[in-house]
T-cell receptor, first 113, second 116 residues
Framework: ETGVTQTPRHLVMGMTNKKSLKCEQH?????MYWYKQSAKKPLELMFV???????ENNSVPSRFSPECPNSSHLFLHLHTLQPEDSALYLC????????????FGPGTRLTVT | AQTVTQSQPEMSVQEAETVTLSCTYD???????LFWYKQPPSRQMILVIR??????QNATENRFSVNFQKAAKSFSLKISDSQLGDTAMYFC?????????????FGTGTQLKVEL
């Protein structure tokens, strides 16, 4: 599969669960991003990684924990989430951090019950 | 801080017709980029078109073109000969051009439905 892939595509979890979202890019890019997309709100940038180093944490609560083991993989570890965390979580990559063209994955639809 | 406003939450257009989606932005920067991204239902968001602020000529990509009015801080997207596959959420986005560390700022999106 080419481009940016995300798994799982759908996830339902209870507030006490721990789960992880996975993102993989096959484009040879060096930067990866996590965004949160909620209905009727602009996309919110959560984290940015450039060459595996976190360069941006946009005041995200600690119940969201990112991990970037290499430039091709990005994880978002979730624990003790709240119902308001239900959203579409999008991963993106680009050649370098904040390159003007970002390539997005299909997203993980997360529902917190 | 930059803001991007899309005042049309939903729009519809008949197949083969032309539709224009509106976007305005607020910035004190002189150099920046503007984008339109398309997010089809249950599919990945893709870049439709890009405009550099220093270019006076409006960008075009096949059936997609923009009307960039820098003084008015307006950046509308025109879709000509609309097709059913154009049905999607369209996001306008802004990025400063200061050599790095620049974030994409998105609008709230316009849901476009192309009807038979």
């Amino acid at each position: 599969e080419t481009g940016v892939t995300q798994t799982p595509r759908h996830l339902v979890m209870g507030m006490t669960n721990k789960k992880s979202l996975k993102c993989e890019q096959h484009l040879g890019h060096n930067a990866m991003y996590w965004y949160k997309q909620s209905a009727k709100k602009p996309l919110e940038l959560m984290f940015v990684y450039n060459f595996k180093e976190q360069t941006e944490n946009n005041s995200v609560p600690s119940r969201f924990s990112p991990e970037c083991p290499n430039s091709s993989h990005l994880f978002l570890h979730l624990h003790t989430l709240q119902p308001e965390d239900s959203a579409l979580y999008l991963c993106a990559s680009s050649v370098g951090a904040y390159s003007y063209e970002q390539y997005f994955g299909p997203g993980t639809r997360l529902t917190v019950t | 801080a930059q803001t991007v406003t899309q005042s049309q939450p939903e729009m519809s257009v008949q197949e083969a017709e032309t539709v224009t989606l509106s976007c305005t932005y607020d910035t004190s920067e002189n150099n920046y980029y503007l984008f339109w991204y398309k997010q089809p239902p249950s599919r990945q968001m893709i870049l439709v078109i890009r405009q550099e602020a220093y270019k006076q000529q409006n960008a075009t990509e096949n059936r997609f073109s923009v009307n960039f009015q820098k003084a008015a801080k307006s950046f509308s997207l025109k879709i000509s000969d609309s097709q059913l596959g154009d049905t999607a959420m369209y996001f306008c986005a802004f990025m400063k051009d200061t050599g790095g560390g620049n974030k994409l700022t998105f609008g709230t999106g316009t849901q476009l439905k192309v009807e038979l």
